[in-house]
């Protein structure tokens, strides 16, 4: 990769479909705050370069802005230092979730496919010296997150490991998902155990990989996914 989680980028800045220009580009500024390619209290590209990337007029782009200002999702500031800005914090849901039982075995079944068989092909693939250090300072960042900033160096990781897979098309996939379950993990607290739990199964990850251990890599991703899941499904279902 020549620039970090190049193709995530891609991925949520790549032109909506025409027939639904205003709903696609919401949900791409959505799925952008989502897996936190964009940071509580940072800008978005300006307008101009959104209409051009999403191949969609700036009236477009500024409406779909002002829905997610509109819902506590966006700031928008004015003069030089003005632009477009993630809101810092994110608005949470007022009600707790309940997720239909289908939607969430479909989504997380998806995910456990996407990021073990990216895991998998990561370890089988001759990783540049500044590519490992790259996968290594991303496990490295989650593990020293505090609260406030885990989920996105969490999702920062997983989006690593899934550019590392070499496939762009399951990188776009794995993106839209993990926004999806974002949303879902959003709506309750981070557990500190957990947390700690994590960490511990995210070097086993990154080690594996490393080492090319194909197989390790996507068992020790399926044990990881199986804790989160189970929150998940404990929670909203």
């Not at 989650?142 to 496939?167: F, N, Q, V, W």
């Not at 981070?190 to 594996?208: C, D, F, Y």
């Amino acid at each position: 990769m020549t620039e970090p989680l190049r193709e995530v980028h891609k991925a949520v800045y790549r032109p909506v479909r025409e027939g639904n220009a205003l709903e696609d580009t919401v949900a791409r500024l959505v799925q952008t705050i989502r897996l936190g390619v964009v940071a509580p209290g940072e800008s978005l590209p300006p307008e101009r370069e959104l209409a051009t990337l999403y191949a969609v007029s700036r009236d477009t782009v500024r409406e779909a802005i002002k829905e997610l200002a509109d819902t506590g999702y966006l700031v928008r500031r004015r003069g030089r230092y003005g632009g477009t800005f993630v809101a810092d914090p994110l608005p949470r849901p007022a009600e707790p979730i309940v997720v239909d039982a289908i939607e969430l075995d479909d989504v997380l079944g998806l995910r456990r496919v996407l990021e073990a068989g990216a895991a998998h092909a990561a370890a089988g693939r001759t990783l540049p010296p500044e590519v490992r250090e790259e996968l290594w300072a991303r496990f490295e960042a989650a593990g020293s997150a505090g609260p406030d900033e885990y989920r996105r160096a969490d999702t920062l990781l997983h989006l690593t490991i899934a550019e590392l897979s070499g496939i762009p098309s399951l990188v776009a996939l794995a993106a839209e998902n993990r926004a999806r379950v974002n949303a879902w993990l959003d709506t309750f607290p981070l557990l500190p155990r957990n947390i700690e739990h994590s960490n511990a199964q995210h070097e086993q990850i990154v080690t594996a990989i490393l080492a090319g251990r194909a197989d390790a890599a996507a068992a020790a991703v399926l044990d990881h996914l199986a804790g989160s899941e189970a929150l998940l499904r404990g929670f909203l279902a």
